[in-house]
């Protein structure tokens, strides 16, 4: 199937890091983190009922931000950057829908070439002192349920749709009638392979390519 809207999560599939979890890490609370993070993306726990708990624990600053941006980038999934030189044509749109921290992300997509119209992800907000005041809470993105409303937006205005990523919310995408590539690469999740409707284990991304072309 060829695909005019290329739609990729952010942490655990372009970069091998799950970002929140570094934030955590970063401030001494790693491991309860993690233990959120995995129940989230297993589908053991809705998005929203962790989400507002991690960032008014961690409390990201915007140093913390900044770090975390140079890290994805440093961390980023191997063959990731020829996917997108390799998908970047005309009649393509390539976009980054994540329930990660958009500030942090943007990097990464600049990097790869994605303008920041096209990056879907939750803004954090900061005090003058760049200390953390807040979370887009009215965001789509921090619920469940948020990565299909976005991919029903972009449907709307294009015609076929996939998206690829590591975690239940991902899978979520195929309620808007996209077709969804699990990416086990980084974290191999059963849930992901039962419910994609195509997946790859490879470590490379560019695995993914020949469900997309």
């Known amino acids: 199937m060829s ?31 993690s233990k959120l993070t995995d129940a989230a993306m297993n589908g053991e726990v809705l998005l929203e009922a962790v989400y507002e708990q991690r960032l008014s624990l961690i409390r990201p ?7 975390l941006a140079g890290l994805y980038i440093e961390q980023i999934v191997d063959g990731v950057k020829d996917v997108f030189d390799t998908l970047a044509v005309p009649g393509k749109e390539l976009h980054i829908i994540s329930g990660g921290l958009r500030q942090a992300i943007l990097p990464l997509a600049r ?16 005090n003058a002192d760049g200390s953390y005041r807040d979370y887009d809470q009215s965001s789509p993105l921090a619920r469940s349920g948020g990565k299909a409303e976005i991919c029903r937006r972009l449907l709307k205005a294009q015609g076929s749709l996939v998206m690829i990523g590591d975690g239940k919310t991902d899978m979520e995408a195929k309620q808007a009638g996209a077709v969804v590539i ?32």
Do not use: N
């Open 61 to 67: 600053d915007r140093d913390s931000i900044d770090w």
């Open 111 to 126: 990097y790869l070439g994605v303008p920041e119209t096209r990056v879907h992800a939750v803004d954090i907000y900061f």
């Open 3 to 33: 695909f005019e809207v290329i739609c990729f999560d952010c942490d655990s599939t372009l970069s091998k890091i799950e970002g929140i979890d570094e934030l955590a890490r970063r401030v001494g609370l790693g491991e309860s983190m």
């Open 182 to 213: 699990g990416f086990g690469g980084v974290v191999d999740r059963p849930v992901v392979r039962e419910q994609a409707d195509f997946y790859s284990a490879e470590p490379s991304l560019a695995s993914v390519l020949a469900h997309i072309l």
